[in-house]
């Protein structure tokens, strides 16, 4: 079992923040759509899409 506040597609690049935790269970699949996460549940195959917004996450390197 999993509690998510907010999920990661790519290292360093597209970062999904829920407005509320996500609880996942094994078998749970998750993907994102568009601008949006689509998760359907293993046990009764329901679909849900959590409220959230999807973000771009920006790094700054600086070399030595």
């Known amino acids: 079992m999993l509690l998510l506040n ?7 690049c597209y970062v999904f923040n829920l407005d509320q935790p996500l609880f996942l269970t094994p078998g749970d699949q998750i993907w994102a759509e568009r601008s949006s996460v689509v998760v359907r ?3 009764t195959g329901l679909v849900e899409r959590p409220a959230g917004s999807m ?6 390197y600086k070399l030595l």
Do not use: Y
Not at 55 to 60: G, I
């Open 41 to 43: 549940r293993a046990v």
């Open 55 to 60: 973000d771009a996450e920006q790094w700054a």
């Open 6 to 12: 907010r999920i990661d597609f790519e290292p360093g």
